[in-house]
C-alpha cells in the first residue's frame, strides 16, 4: 500500500493510504479527556485510537479542571483496553503515582498537575512534589496489524467531586 502524507491547513498533517490515519515515522500523540460524574473514584477518558503497526513511546495525563475528594486520598493512573476504565493492559496502576494519602495529604489537585512515563515531563508536572513515574508494562506497546482504542483512568482511594477534568495521552510511532 503506498503512503501520502499531507498538509492541510483544516486538517493538519495526515496520510492517505492506512485505515487510522498515523502518520509513518513521525511521533505522533493522541488524546482525550475524561470528566468527573462525582460520587466514584475514577474518571475515564474516551477512545485513544493508536494506528495498527505502531509502537508506543509514552502516556501522559494532566488535571485540565480542578479535582477535588471526598478525603486526603491515593491517586494513580492507569492505560487499559477497557472502557469502564478496569484495565492495565498498557501501564499498570501505581495506585499513589500521582499523591499518597498518607505523606502528601491532598484532597484537591490543581490545574496543571500530572505525570507522565517521561521522568522530565513527570517533573515538571508534579506541581506538589509528590510523583512517582509511571511505567510502561513490558511486552505490550507495540501495537499489531489492527488499530486499538486505549482509555487511559484516574483511579482515587476517595470519591471525587463533580466536574474536573483529565486530559490522557498517548504519544506513538507508526511503522507502516
Known sequence: MSVKIIIDDAKGLYQTGATSGGVV????????????AGGDTLIVSGPITIPANSLITGYHAV???ALSFADVADVGFRFGD??????ATYLELVVDSLCNANDDALNA???????????????????????TTLTM?????????ADVDIYG??????NIDAG??????????TFS
Open 25 to 36: 515515522g513521525i511521533k505522533q500523540s493522541r488524546s482525550s479527556s475524561g470528566v468527573a
Open 63 to 65: 488535571i485540565t479542571s
Open 82 to 87: 477497557n472502557a469502564d476504565g478496569t484495565d
Open 109 to 131: 489537585l490543581a490545574v496543571g498537575t500530572g505525570n507522565s512515563t517521561s521522568s522530565s515531563l513527570s517533573t515538571g508536572l508534579d506541581t506538589a512534589d509528590t510523583n
Open 137 to 145: 508494562k513490558a511486552g505490550a506497546q507495540k501495537i499489531g496489524n
Open 153 to 158: 483512568a484516574l483511579v482515587a482511594s476517595q
Open 164 to 173: 474536573g477534568t483529565v486530559q490522557f495521552v498517548v504519544e506513538f510511532i
